[in-house]
C-alpha cells in the first residue's frame, strides 16, 4: 500500500514559485494497475517523481507500508529506490557500449539477483541478448528497458509515457509485456500517460487537472493492448 497525504510541490524562486501539485492525497494498492491520466501540463509526470522518491515534495507524506519516504535522508532514499522501486520512461536511457544482456544486467546486480536471462526470454528478446542498441528497433530498445527494470524484481513499477515514442503496433507490443509480466510476478504499475485508451487497461484511474486529481475511478473490465484504440 502506498499512502499519499496532503502533498504539494512547487518550483522557481521565492519571487517566482509555481505551484504543480496540489494538496494530493491517494492510495495505491499492493498488485494494482494505476493509470494516471492527464494533460500535458497537469502535474502528472512531476507526481509520479515525488511519489516514487525521485523528487522530494515541498510538504506532505508518501508512506510505503510503515516507511515514510519523505523523511529518509538522501543515502537512505537512494536505497530504497534500489531496493524498491523500477522506472521506465519515454526515452530508454540504456547504455550504448553495453550489450541487452550487459544492459539487463546492470539492473539485476542492483537487487542481486542471478535471474536475468529469464527477463530477457520474457520480453522476447533471447536471439537480441549480444546485440548492442544501436543495432535494434525503438521497440526492442524500450524493451530492454522494461527487463532491466524488472531484473531488480521491483515491488512497484513506474512508468512515465513508456510508449509515446513508440508507433502503434511496437506500443502495443510493449504494453502487452508489462501486462504479462505483471501478472506472472505481481508487482504494482503506475503509470502516467495523456493517452485515454491506454487508462482503459488499468484497475484504477487517477485523472489528474492543473495538479490536482479531479476524478478516481476504477474499471469494471480491463482491455488488454490489442483491445484498445489508439
Known sequence: MIEIKNIVKSY??????????KNISAEISGGDFVVILGASGSGKSTFLNVISGLERPDSGTVHY???????????ELTAFRRETVGFIFQQYYLLPNMTVEKNVRMGADLSGNRDYLSIIDAVGLHDRRKKYPSELSGGEQQRVAVAR????RPKVLFLDEPTGALDEETGRQVLDYICRLQKEYGFTIV???HNANIAEMANTVFKMNSGRIENIYRNETQKNAYEIGW
Do not use: Y
Request: hydrophobic share 45%.
Open 65 to 75: 507500508g510503515s516507511t515514510d519516504i519523505t523523511a529518509l535522508s538522501d543515502a
Open 149 to 152: 527494470a524488472l531484473a531488480k
Open 191 to 193: 503509470m502516467v500517460t
Open 12 to 21: 522557481g524562486t521565492r519571487k517566482n514559485k509555481f505551484q504543480i501539485l
